[in-house]
């Protein structure tokens, strides 16, 4: 069977990994390329790289990284920040990146999953949406968490599996930074009403963080800083899940 | 002289990467020429099946792919094109694999099969010399092959599928060794050295 999955994220700045808390205060926390390989050679299934470069050169370095990063790691890797056009994305795949993550571009213009999806394949196609309590509702944020939408977080989940996504890329800003766990109620509810796996993103800071998240049928688990400041290595997660009953990929 | 085969549907930087890393020579190409000079051709695929049997038929690789004798390795979409058909779009594919690919049962089963699965060996086959059983790799398909009398390796993802196959000179991979790590890597190596 199958194996629940792994993935360090790398926020990049002009090629260098930062993270923020609660989406804001960005540290530094080292080169892209050289996190990727460590990454790699700890035993991480898959990367996930978001760009959160804001200039008009973006698209040039975002290509450029891609290249660089698929010359040294042999696993899979996902890439996202600003990509709105099928071009940027055959570009990017064209790379050697195996799946492109869109966020605001989606909200925008909905039908870019179903456009992306038959050139492309589902498979590499990734929604990745950002939920926020407002009131008793989780809604939609857009722009990297600065913008809020009209959208409820659940009803767009089921939106983006209809059009065609291949998986959902799930963050918790309410959670995202403060260790203190994933969303679970709410990833709960994702995972029975979508077809597609989830990737659960926000919130880890121990061990246990990840065995729950698991245990609600969540396929993979995301974090950032945990492993950039090498608070928890991948293999000594991965040994905690085996002993736990958890598939994983040793 | 390997020919990574670019016909527009297939992730040829990936492999190329490992082709790089090998230190083995191959050119990137979709003309008939380049292949005929190759002593093996390497056949990537990602995305859906009917536009890449269309990619191939523009490019005039239809038929010189169905019918040469060099080892030549699909790899995930790559391998399902070699069957008979594709459920995806009802293709007529390349027919060098008597079967059908079929899609994954999305009410039993989260589709795509998206991530690292083992792999159990049902046949030798030179593509996995020195590789051990149960070993993980990479797979991302929404369509499989069923298992079938030339499948070498089995997969489960609700149900048993063929994770690879071979006959003749042709060889298929459902998951991506380009993705999947130094086994990945050996297997690729495998394909150049003993196939």
Known sequence: MISKRIIPCLDVQNGMVVKGINFVELRHAGSAVELAERYYNEGADELVFLDITASIEKRK???????????????????????SELKDIEALLGSGADKVSLNTSIVKNPSLISEAAKRFGSQAVVAAIDVKNVGSQKKVFIKGGKEETELDGLEWCRKVNELGAGEILLTSMDHDGTKNGYDLPFLKQVVEDVTIPIIASGGAGTKEHFLDVFNISVDAALAASLFHYEELTIKELKQYLQSNGIRVRL | MIALIDYGAGNTASVANVLDELNYEYIITKHESDISKADKIIFPGVGEASSAIKNLHLTNLFTMLRVTKKPMLGICLGMQLLCDKSKEGNTACLGIFPITTEKFDETKIKVPNMGWNQIKYVKQSKLFYEIPEEEYFYFANSYYVPVNENTTSICYYGIDFCSSMEKDNFYGVQFHPEKSGKMGIRLIKNFVEKC
Request: charged letters at 15%; a positive charge; hydrophobic letters at 50%.
């Open chain 1, 61 to 83: 370095t975002l290509v450029e990284l891609v290249k660089q990063v698929a010359k040294v790691i042999r696993i899979p890797f996902t890439v996202g920040g600003g990509i």
